[in-house]
């Protein structure tokens, strides 16, 4: 498993944000596969993904059919994988080019020959998303590989220092990526009461970029949200975030003078420390 650091480049965020908004709209086919066979939940599950480190992808769940597989993409590649438990590759597709009718076809001849009811396979998801483009027929396509490329660093970077944070609590959830906002994130479980409106928890997590910033940035979200006074954090070049949730926010841009492996991961973990100490003490 490859558990370390990959450094950032900072290509520019104009280029990153292309990147997302074309990974964003391709991963909705691998969430596809789970939501289409698994049996269905409130919180969407069955679509969620996960960081395989050995594998630099981010990876589906596991479907039964005439055998076990499941899907996953390379960011970095652009590249749609069916895979089977032994980690070998079933087929592929390459995202660049392709449009989404391609994507479909090529999925539902691939579940035939797994033994699946391929007419299930849709991509109808629960939420809302961005107008893409690919989504009404244009070609998917990455225009600077190296921004693909930091994508997938951002995932594998994140996943690292949250797995790290996560280790030193008591009750934790595993980290996901969920399909709506592409953003990946794991909790500390501070209060389970069984009904996610009571319970109290802090999400450390990293999003790709969104309606909220335009480019990516690390954060931490308490739950509930506190009323009371938040503390100063900007020794950590972070700062507190307050329009439609509550949370700290570093900035993928506060970091593009740190070159250096060890400025970045003890800036982002500091980052994440820091704002979880000031909310467990509120």
């Not at 996960?50 to 590249?79: C, M, N, P, Y």
């Not at 690292?160 to 479980?189: M, Q, R, Y």
């Not at 109290?200 to 954060?219: N, Q, V």
Request: proline content about 6%; some cysteine.
């Amino acid at each position: 498993m490859n558990k370390n650091w990959q450094r950032f480049i900072y290509p520019s965020l104009e280029d990153i944000k292309q990147a997302r908004e074309q990974s964003h709209q391709a991963i909705q086919n691998v969430a596809a596969v789970g939501r289409s066979f698994l049996p269905p939940s409130p919180s969407d599950e069955s679509a969620n993904l996960e960081w395989d480190a050995k594998l630099q992808r981010l990876v589906g769940r596991w479907v039964d059919a005439d055998i076990t597989f499941r899907s996953s993409i390379s960011i970095h590649e652009f590249i749609v994988y069916l895979v089977d438990e032994q980690f070998e590759t079933i087929s592929s597709i390459s995202m660049q080019d392709s449009r989404q009718r391609d994507v479909m076809v090529w999925l539902e001849q691939q579940l035939g020959k797994l033994g699946a009811d391929f007419s299930k396979i849709n991509l109808h998801y629960p939420y809302d998303l961005p107008v893409y483009p690919t989504a009404s027929g244009e070609a998917f396509g990455v225009v600077n590989p190296l921004a693909s490329h930091e994508l997938s660093r951002l995932y594998h970077n994140s996943v690292l220092a949250i797995t790290e944070v996560l280790s030193k609590e008591e009750k934790v959830s595993e980290i996901k990526c969920w399909p709506h906002h592409f953003d990946i994130a794991g909790s500390i479980i501070l209060l389970d009461t069984g009904d996610p409106d009571t319970s109290k928890k802090i999400s450390i997590g990293m999003s790709p970029g969104d309606e909220h910033y335009d480019e990516p940035y690390f954060y931490v979200a308490p739950w509930p949200y506190p009323v009371k006074e938040l503390p100063d954090i900007s020794a950590t070049l972070g700062h507190w975030h307050s329009n439609n949730w509550i949370g700290a926010v570093l900035l993928y841009s506060e970091m593009n003078k740190m070159d250096l492996i060890q400025d970045q991961i003890r800036t982002v973990r500091g980052f994440y420390e820091t704002a979880i100490e000031s909310l467990k003490n509120l």
